[in-house]
């Protein structure tokens, strides 16, 4: 239930800080809600990776999707990349912002207790 909750807080503040501040608000998201939900260090990555891969990625396509793919068609060409894997790799640079952000969070809480390796 404690890792749910905190997956959900971090959706919800990376959502709330993506209307005000730059890519780097996942950042502090993922870093506040391990600062409030105690989780082990690998958890507290992997929830911060997998919520914000979620929320970049859904953004991307909806964004691609409302747009008719024209920027994503560009910046594949400039790129080489196709649309799709344009969409990937945002969601999983995001991904990995998030998860940094969650795990510099849980580090300066602390150590876990030893139960909650899981």
Excluded: C, N
């Excluded at 971090?10 to 800080?17: P, V």
């Amino acid at each position: 239930m404690q890792h749910f909750l905190k997956f959900l807080l971090i959706l919800i503040l990376a959502w709330l800080s993506s209307l005000i501040v730059p890519f780097w608000g996942v950042a502090v998201a993922g870093f506040v809600a391990s600062l409030i939900v105690r989780s082990s260090y690998l958890s507290s990555f992997l929830i911060g990776f997998i919520a914000i891969f979620i929320l970049w990625g859904s953004m991307a396509f909806y964004i691609d999707t409302e747009t008719s793919s024209i920027l994503t068609d560009r910046v594949g060409a400039i790129l080489t990349v196709d649309p799709p894997i344009l969409i990937l790799i945002t969601a999983l640079l995001g991904g990995l912002t998030g998860g940094l952000g969650s795990l510099s969070g849980s580090l300066v809480r602390g150590k876990p207790p030893s139960e909650e390796y899981y």
